[in-house]
């Protein structure tokens, strides 16, 4: 009832070294999953074209990524900006401020970073309260802040998030830039407006909101995320 698909072996090696395993992806007949290890090969890419560009100027760039996420899509870009960056030689250490046994020494970690590269989820148009708690930490450090959000997409949307978050940074800090993309949502979302349309098929809210659901899906995806990472890198001069 079920039947495998093997991930197509490409030969390459990551910067730590390791190389991707080929792995079997148990899949239901008619569709294939897949799986998260192919982001290694589109992480492959992007690494290579940093490396091409890295600067080696003697000093080693101390940057913090600390993020909240709650269905991974702002996980999936701070990880992929650990990567990258570190590709381009920067000491990076990352956190997730919503596991508490991570942010033991979270106080140090913003001490020595150079950059803090702040990450978050949208929650009824701000960051949520762990993010606001931490950005007001960042008293007269240099900030780039990063995040994703389910509805919208354009960038007048993200402007608004974007201004609210910022309001939480402490005024002696440096916003350097900003970047944000839009992420796929719990499919309870969907669910609940497709229960409005069933009871009213001409509610247009409810026709708008699961498109708006469809289109996010796919996201963030490469675009998306070479896009923020090219971002950083002007902001940071790297």
């Excluded at 897949?34 to 492959?44: A, D, G, S, T």
Aim: proline letters at 3%.
């Amino acid at each position: 009832s079920c039947w495998h698909a093997v991930e197509p072996t490409r030969s390459f090696t990551t910067a730590n070294g390791h190389q991707p395993r080929r792995r079997e992806v148990m899949c239901r007949p008619g569709w294939v999953q897949i799986q998260m290890e192919c982001r290694w090969v589109l992480l492959h890419e992007i690494l290579l074209k940093a490396r091409r560009h890295s600067k080696d100027d003697g000093k080693t760039m101390q940057i913090l990524i600390a993020h909240t996420s709650k269905t991974g899509n702002t996980a999936q870009v701070a990880t992929y900006l650990a990567h990258a960056l570190e590709a381009r030689g920067s000491r990076v250490t990352s956190v997730n401020l919503q596991d508490a046994s991570a942010t033991e020494g979270l106080d140090g970690a913003i001490a020595r970073a150079d950059v803090v590269l702040a990450g978050f989820w949208t929650d009824k148009g701000d960051c949520t309260p762990e993010m606001t708690a931490f950005l007001e930490r960042l008293a007269g450090k240099r900030v780039f802040l990063f995040g994703t959000a389910g509805f919208g997409g354009s960038q007048e949307y993200f402007g608004r998030i974007l201004a609210n978050v910022r309001a939480h940074v402490p005024q002696d800090a440096e916003v350097m830039g900003e970047a944000m993309c839009s992420g796929k949502m719990e499919p309870q979302v969907r669910e609940r407006y497709v229960a409005l349309l069933a009871n009213d098929p001409e509610d247009a809210r409810a026709q708008a909101m699961i498109a708006n659901f469809d289109a996010a899906a796919a996201h963030p995806n490469t675009d998306d995320l070479v896009a923020i990472a090219e971002a950083v890198f002007t902001a940071l001069g790297i």
